[in-house]
């Protein structure tokens, strides 16, 4: 054998084999799910019209004609019918998603920003700065979650800041604590101790070391609550807790519709199917960053 040969021949036998980055398993696992990869489309397109309301809603969401109010799909081009002050169904829940999406994402991710920090300071000093952070949150967990938001949001008083921070509480208790959890799972490992070892400051320990390990399962719950909380904003909004006529919103949407659900079904009925839409999308997400940012579940799948 040639000398040239058997060096190519050494250098492939030692050669590292590749790593593929925690991205591209992270996405290989998650495409596995067929039902989570078709909901990521779905919500797409809705994000996509949301976003290009003011280009691919057919009608001005608040202008009425009276003339022919509570009228069925199809009339006069209005394909979804008409509301009870005349104005299109089809342009109003095409506009309502650019209210009830954020409504339901925005809380969630301030809520998992606030959790995280507050579980890191918890999780790594523990002791009485442990103790008091999480007893603190336990008092939340005291009060039912809808009582307690429709209690802020009353206070608050209505309107768009009132049911966000309302939401953002609601969900600070259940986030914090996995978050806490998770945090003082990590806490206790090797990589934590070497870190200390070596003169890493605190800081440098919460947020380098344990976040980036904890955050996932934070996230995948997090995921999970998002298809809830367009239910749970909607249902605000329902109430007359949330955002005001005329404001183009779904779950508003569904409570001027309930006056005329006698005559005019469509005008509640087709916002409330946004809303289970919606919903359905991001929990079937959930449940696909679920088994593609857990181990665990992967290896039992």
């Known amino acids: ?32 799910d067929r039902f989570a990869v078709i909901a990521a489309v779905v919500l797409l397109v809705i994000i996509v019209l ?45 506009w309502g998603g650019r209210v009830s999406l954020p409504l339901a994402v925005a809380p969630v991710m301030i809520a998992m920003v606030l959790s995280m920090s507050l579980a890191l300071v918890a999780g790594y000093y523990g002791g009485i700065i442990g103790n008091v952070l999480m007893r603190v949150i336990d008092v939340l967990f005291a009060f039912p979650t809808v009582v307690l938001a429709i209690v802020i949001a009353a206070f608050l008083g209505n309107g768009y800041a009132s049911v966000l921070v309302a939401v953002t509480i609601v969900l ?19 990589f934590v101790d070497a870190a200390r070892a070596v003169g890493a400051s605190p800081f440098r320990i919460m947020f380098v070391h344990l976040a980036p390990n904890s955050f996932p399962s934070v996230l995948v719950y997090s995921s999970t609550l998002v298809g ?61 960053l679920r088994y593609a940012l857990d181990p665990r579940v992967r290896n039992i799948a």
């Open 1 to 32: 054998m040639a000398a040239g040969e058997r060096s190519v021949i050494d250098a492939t036998r030692f050669a590292r084999p590749r790593v593929d980055s925690w991205w591209v398993v992270t996405f290989r696992a998650y495409r596995k």
């Open 228 to 288: 809830l909380m367009v239910v749970f904003v909607a249902g605000l909004s329902f109430l007359g807790l949330g955002l005001q006529p005329p404001t183009a919103d779904w779950g508003l949407m569904v409570s001027e519709g309930r006056q005329v659900l006698g005559v005019a079904p469509h005008v509640a009925t087709v916002p409330g199917i946004a809303i289970g839409i919606a919903a359905l999308c991001f929990n079937l997400i959930g449940d696909g």
């Open 172 to 190: 600070l208790a259940p986030m914090t604590r996995v978050a806490y959890i998770a945090v003082r799972e990590q806490t206790g490992q090797d």
């Open 50 to 94: 949301v976003a290009a309301a003011p280009i691919v809603s057919p009608f001005d969401p608040y202008e009425a004609d009276p003339s022919i109010r509570i009228m069925g799909l199809g009339t006069q081009g209005h394909w979804l019918g008409l509301d009870g002050q005349g104005r299109d169904v089809l342009s109003r829940v095409i």
